[in-house]
């Protein structure tokens, strides 16, 4: 089988997002390369354990790759073979290396409380902005959960948000503190009639009166994600388990929530030397 031939055909499939065939046509074109005569028909799971090989070295002229840029090459080439082998001679066998476990980026509590505060301004997109990263921070919510909410969501008598399908995770509710409330029940009266121009049930509005797309939050704070890891981050270090923060963020694995654990340990070491007579 041709080899060039087959990866044609594969790029070209209409199963193929446009984004996902400009994403593999480099990665497909250099595991092609690498095989260089041989027949496709030979590829077996020690040729993709070779081709990992040479992707792990510096043989292919770019330095050391990192382990996410491996197991990105080997997916686009495992769905290439299989598109033209089959399933049944791609085996979903673990190739790449495993990634190295990197601790969340959590920033300090005077630094979130800068970050807050810099989104002070006047007119109802300020009171919006404010509101809003009040709320993930406050929450520790994802940016789509964020933005997906509905005005419903918010129970001010009770204390609570409804966080709706978040990453694919079962529904969940949250605590919804002080001061985000605040922020919130002041958006609510004071701006929020302003942006709105029609039925529109989401709490977050644009200037055309539309829900808020994630791409508004990322300009507002660059890395919205590092809010939820200091909303666990905080927790942790002001007593909370990490069952109770797995809850919170919605996580379906404890795992998941366990690399937060590094903040538990640092917390216990605090009150063990500051506690023990022998610390």
Wanted: proline share 4%; net charge positive; aromatic share 6%.
């Amino acid at each position: 089988m041709d080899v060039q031939s087959a990866a044609e055909r594969f790029l070209d499939s209409p199963s193929l997002s446009e984004g996902t065939r400009r994403a593999y046509r480099a990665d497909v074109a250099e595991f092609c390369t690498w095989l260089g005569d041989r027949d496709l028909e030979s590829v077996d799971i020690r040729v993709l354990v070779d081709f990992a090989g040479y992707l792990g070295t510096s043989r292919h002229g770019r330095g050391k790759l990192a382990a996410a840029t491996i197991g990105r090459k080997l997916a686009a080439v495992r769905a290439f073979l299989r598109h033209a082998l089959g399933r049944a001679r791609v085996p979903d066998a673990r190739l790449a290396p495993k990634r190295p476990r990197r601790l969340p980026d959590a920033p300090k509590a005077q630094a979130v409380e800068g970050e807050l505060d810099a989104l002070e301004g006047d007119g109802p997109l300020a009171l919006r902005n404010r509101a809003l990263v009040e709320l993930v921070y406050s929450a520790g919510l994802r940016s789509a959960e964020a933005v997906g909410l509905d005005l419903g969501d918010v129970d001010f008598e009770q204390e609570l948000v409804h966080v709706r399908n978040g990453k694919g995770a079962k529904d969940r509710v949250v605590p919804l503190g002080e001061e985000a409330a605040d922020w919130v029940a002041r958006y609510l009266r004071d701006a929020r009639p302003e942006l709105a121009a029609g039925a529109c049930d989401a709490l977050f509005l644009s200037v055309r009166g539309r829900r808020l797309d994630t791409s508004t939050l990322r300009r507002l704070a660059p890395h919205p994600h590092r809010l939820r890891h200091a909303f666990a981050t905080h927790l942790l270090e002001g007593g909370a388990d990490l069952r109770t923060i797995q809850e919170l963020l919605g996580h379906s694995s404890l795992s998941t929530t366990q690399m937060y654990s590094h903040v538990d340990a640092k917390r216990l070491r605090k009150v063990y030397d500051s506690s023990h007579p022998r610390s």
